[in-house]
């Protein structure tokens, strides 16, 4: 028996101390929370994304009646980058969400498990490292890359022969 232990690295940050870049993608994702539809839930999510060449793009949850036909936050925003610039690597997402107050979480979003995917589908794509910032009203979790928030990933390599 062998034990394998993985470890992740998570730097964390007040608001304050994030430089005016990030404060202003986390704005612009934490503005997004106010976009989101969430009449089922009512937990509000906002994503945004910086892309390569600086321009930020940002989505929100969409539910729908029919459960599983809604999308996160993570997922619209993503997605909608990919659509509209292909040729643009993301360079860093961040989250924010609030709860059904209204008042944005304490502890840092937690993505789920298929956003988690989808990011590391995207961080792949383009060869590039794509840096996460969950926001927290206690603390902002920043992650280097996609590799942090998914230990022993799948991806397209594992399918090689
Ligand atoms: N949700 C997101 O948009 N992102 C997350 O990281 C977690 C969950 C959404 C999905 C659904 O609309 C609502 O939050 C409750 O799960």
């Known amino acids: 028996m062998k034990d394998l232990n993985i470890e992740i690295a998570i730097k964390i940050y007040t608001y304050d101390e994030l430089t ?26 906002g994503a945004a994304a910086r892309l390569a060449n600086g321009t930020v793009v940002s989505g929100s949850n969409q539910e729908n009646a029919a459960y599983p036909s809604g999308l996160c936050a993570e997922r619209t925003t993503l997605f909608y980058a990919n659509s509209q610039y292909p040729d643009q690597a993301v360079e860093t997402l961040a989250v924010a969400a609030r709860n059904e107050r209204g008042e944005f979480l304490e502890e840092p979003i937690p993505p789920c498990g298929a956003c988690r ?32 928030l998914l230990p022993l990933s799948f991806d397209a390599s594992a399918m090689e022969v």
């Open 20 to 45: 005016t870049a990030d404060q202003a993608l986390m704005d612009a994702a934490c503005e997004a929370t106010r976009r989101s539809y969430a009449p089922y839930s009512h937990f509000s999510v």
């Open 117 to 148: 995917q989808v990011m590391l589908e995207t961080q792949t794509r383009y060869n590039r490292p794509m840096r996460i910032l969950l926001y927290g009203t206690k603390g902002i979790y920043e992650m280097k890359s996609v590799g942090a």
